[in-house]
C-alpha cells in the first residue's frame, strides 16, 4: 500500500491518508464501499474525526462562477489516536444519493462532468482534506433508456453540468440539478436550438424533465420551453422507449403550438411509465395529459439565494478539477 497525501497540517513527517475504493463504479440509490487507510507519522497524534463527502462542481446560474459543492456527508470514524508508525484501516459503506448527478452514460464519460469522493480528517476541530477520489455514477434503468431512445432518434450529445436552482413541481433534494445536453435531432432543429435532460429520482421512481431551447422567428424571440414526465423505476422493462420519448418530444412541442401559437412558456406533464427492486417490467400505466400549465421551469438561486446550504468554499472546484488533471501522474508514483 503506497499513502498517497500526507496530512498538510503537519508537514513532513506527519500522518498519511488514502482512501481505497473497492469499485468507484456506483448508480444512484446504491453504496460505495472501500476503507480509509492511515499511516501514523512521526509522532502520536489525536484524531478527533474521519468525514466522507460527495463533491460535484455547480454553476451559479447569472454569475459566470462555479462552486464546489459538498451534497452527501457521512462521519467513518470518530476520536482516536493514531501512534506514530501505526496503520489503521477504517471501512466504510457510503449511500449514494437517488439524485446524485450522473457521471457516465451510454458506455462512456458525460463531458464537463467533475465529481469525487473528497476525505476529511478533523485534528485539532480543522479539517485537513486529505484525499479525493473519482467517483463513476452510471445511470440507473430507466435513466439509460431516456438517454438511449434520445439518441436514436437523432439528438446528438453535447455535453452536461450542474447547475445551482430548482425544478418547480418536483421533490428535488439538492439546491441544484443536472442538465444532460443535446443537439437537436434533424427532425426539430428547425425549431429548437438544444435540448437538455434532467432526472430527479426518488426509491419508487423519477421525474423526467426535458427543455426545449427553442429558436425565435423574424418577429418573435427564442423561448424555453419544459415537459415533466413521471417515470418508474419497476417499468424500465417497457420495450418501446424509444416510440415512448418521442411522443414526449413531440406532444410537448405540438401542444405548445397549440395552445400558444408558438409563444409562451408551457409545462407539460405525462403519462406513467418505468424500475423497482431488480424486477423490470411494463404495467401497462395509460398516459394521461397535464393536470394542468404548471411550468417546470429552472429558478435560479445565486450566491445568497440558498447556495450555501451543502456547498462549500470556491477553492474545491480548483481542488477537483486539479485533482482529475494530475490523477494519471499521481497513479504513475504508486
Known sequence: ??????????????????????????????????H???????????????VLALVSR?????HDAEVGAEFARIPV????????????????????????PLTEAGGGSLPGMVLGLRTDVVVDRAADK???????????????????ALHRLGFVLKGADVEAGHLAGTAQEFPFFQEIEFH?????????????????????????IIEFDRRGGMFTEGQDLYGRFRVEHAEAGYDDWTA????????????????FGGHGHYGYEGGHYGYEGGHPGYHGHDDHG??????????????????????VAAEVVDEIGDFFEGEEDEGDEE
Open 36 to 50: 480509509v487507510e492511515l499511516a501514523g507519522g512521526e509522532v502520536d497524534v489525536d484524531i478527533e474525526e474521519i
Open 184 to 208: 437537436p435531432s434533424p427532425r426539430y432543429a428547425h425549431e429548437v436550438n438544444e435540448v437538455e435532460v434532467s432526472f430527479v429520482a426518488d426509491p419508487h421512481g423519477m421525474d423526467v
Open 77 to 100: 470514524a470518530g476520536s482516536f489516536r493514531l501512534a506514530a508508525g501505526e496503520r489503521h484501516s477504517i471501512p466504510f459503506r457510503f449511500p449514494i444519493p437517488w439524485q446524485t
Open 130 to 148: 486529505g484525499d479525493l477520489d473519482r467517483v463513476l455514477v452510471h445511470p440507473l434503468p430507466v435513466q439509460d433508456r431516456v438517454l438511449e
Open 58 to 62: 455547480v454553476e451559479l446560474d447569472g
Open 1 to 34: 500500500m503506497v499513502f498517497k497525501r500526507v496530512l498538510s497540517m503537519f508537514g513532513v513527517g506527519g500522518p498519511t491518508v488514502d482512501t481505497v475504493l473497492a469499485n468507484p463504479e456506483v448508480r444512484p440509490g446504491t453504496f460505495l464501499e472501500g
Open 290 to 311: 397535464g393536470s394542468g400549465l404548471g411550468t417546470a421551469a429552472a429558478v435560479g438561486l445565486g450566491v445568497a439565494g440558498g447556495v450555501v446550504a451543502g456547498m
Open 244 to 259: 415512448k420519448v418521442d411522443s414526449w418530444v413531440a406532444g410537448a412541442l405540438e401542444r405548445h403550438r397549440a395552445l
